[in-house]
């Protein structure tokens, strides 16, 4: 089908010696001819990330454009380890997911200890973005990041993991 996938980390190294290798020992045979032409992989904080889907800058990739801003399906892991960085991922989810339909998974730590990021240091940034979608007729309406919890690691012996499920739903007024 026509299913493009773009694939980030933090580090290259990452993305060229581990993410690039098991695509190609999981893709079946048949498909590594077309993997150039349906997958990206692009290095960066979450900040610059977004930055550059907002632009369409996929310069290095001619097969990308045009290039549907908002995404069906995000996954992360281990991205609200810090305040900064989950107030990062919640921008990033608020920018990119596609209103109504589009979810996000996020793995993360309940808490983690020392840098003060984790569930509810995301939920919080979660909680505090709002976004206005105009449409054709020129209505607005407010859409905000609902956060589910969808499943919870907890062993008794270490830190509590847990996985979120994250959707930009319309916000209605309670009145």
């Known amino acids: 089908n ?15 010696n581990v993410t690039l290798s098991n ?19 692009v290095s960066g904080d979450w900040i610059d990330l977004s930055n550059l889907i907002t632009r369409g800058d996929f310069k290095t ?11 069906d399906l995000i996954l992360a892991a281990e991205t609200t380890y810090t305040e900064s960085s989950a107030r990062d ?10 209103f109504e339909s ?10 983690y200890f020392g840098v003060r ?11 505090a973005i709002h976004v206005e979608r105009t449409s054709e007729g020129c209505s607005t309406k407010i859409y905000s990041l609902h956060v589910t919890t969808a499943k919870v690691y907890d062993d008794g012996v270490g ?7 994250i959707q930009l739903l319309e916000t209605l007024d309670a009145e």
């Open 159 to 165: 830190n509590i993991r847990e996985i979120l499920r």
């Open 117 to 127: 990021g984790g569930t509810e240091c995301f939920k919080t940034n979660a909680d």
């Open 2 to 16: 026509g299913s493009k996938v773009l694939f980030s980390d933090y580090n290259d190294y990452v993305l060229q």
């Open 89 to 98: 991922t919640a921008i990033l989810l608020s920018r990119h997911l596609k």
């Open 102 to 111: 589009g979810v996000g998974f996020v793995a993360t730590k309940r808490y």
């Open 23 to 41: 695509l190609f020992l999981n893709a079946p045979e048949d498909c590594h001819s077309s993997l150039h032409t349906r997958t990206f992989l």
């Open 61 to 71: 990739c001619e097969d990308f454009a045009p290039f549907n801003p908002r995404f």
